[in-house]
């Protein structure tokens, strides 16, 4: 049972354009949604976060939206450089963070 | 500063062989978990400790895997004995807060092969 799922499953953006990926989720005692972002051969790192006390929050480029009675968040990438090329994954966490699926995105210059 | 450290970075082992995985954290962090990382199930979340104590191990898939944190530097994960479905890439990360409601350092992660 996927508790978080996540999509599309691989995105090919050209550079400059707007990269996003959406997510969905059942459990309601969820209260923390962060993005990780995995360069190959490397673990996740932190991209950004958001609690559901607010329904959208920007660092640069990126930007989450969070919609509390649809149980849905996306992430949304500005301006799409080819550095941004990696692995996104949405999580979810009620204590234990629980990881989507991944998004492969490449941005092709 | 040093981040999460795993070691071996690489293992390849013959089916029924006992393997160790080691993990240091992130000094002063008091949460710990390991994730299983492969491209049908994604990262999956096996255990996690608080203050070295298991708060959830809910995510070990059976009785092969055992994980431990002696102390609050130092955390293994075994599998005995070992199968070719256990290959996968093996994560271990800390995090200042209890529970995982704060950011997730992770190590470079352990690549297992079982042949």
């Known amino acids: 049972q996927q508790q978080v799922k996540q999509s599309p499953q691989s995105l090919i953006v050209q550079k400059g354009g707007i990269s996003i990926i959406n997510c969905a989720y059942e459990?309601?005692?969820?209260?923390?949604f962060p993005w990780y972002q995995q360069f190959p051969g490397k673990g996740p790192a932190l991209l950004i976060a958001?609690?559901?006390?607010?329904s959208e929050k920007k660092e640069g480029r990126f930007t989450i939206s969070f919609n509390k009675s649809a149980k849905q968040f996306s992430l949304h990438i500005m301006d799409s450089q080819p550095g941004d090329s990696a692995t996104y994954f949405c999580?979810?966490?009620?204590?234990?963070?629980?990881f989507g699926t991944g998004t492969r995105l490449q941005v092709f210059p | 500063d040093a981040g999460v450290i795993q070691s071996p970075r690489h293992e390849v082992t013959e089916m029924g062989q006992e393997v160790t995985l080691r993990c240091k954290p992130i000094?002063?962090?008091?949460?710990l978990f390991w994730y299983r990382q492969t491209m049908m199930r994604g990262l999956e979340l096996l255990i996690y400790?608080?203050?070295?104590?298991?708060?959830?191990d809910s995510g070990m898939p059976e009785d092969r895997f055992s994980a431990k944190m002696p102390n609050a530097s130092f955390s293994t994960l075994k599998i005995q004995p070992s199968e070719p479905r256990d290959s996968a890439v093996y994560f271990c990360?800390?995090?200042?807060?209890?529970?995982?409601?704060?950011?997730?350092?992770f190590g470079e992660g352990s690549r297992l092969t079982v042949l």
């Open positions: 990360a800390s995090s200042l807060s209890a529970g995982s409601t704060g950011e997730l350092f």
């Open positions: 459990n309601t005692a969820f209260d923390y």
């Open positions: 958001i609690r559901p006390d607010v």
């Open positions: 999580a979810a966490s009620d204590g234990r963070l629980i």
């Open positions: 000094s002063g962090h008091n949460s």
């Open positions: 400790f608080n203050n070295n104590v298991p708060i959830d």
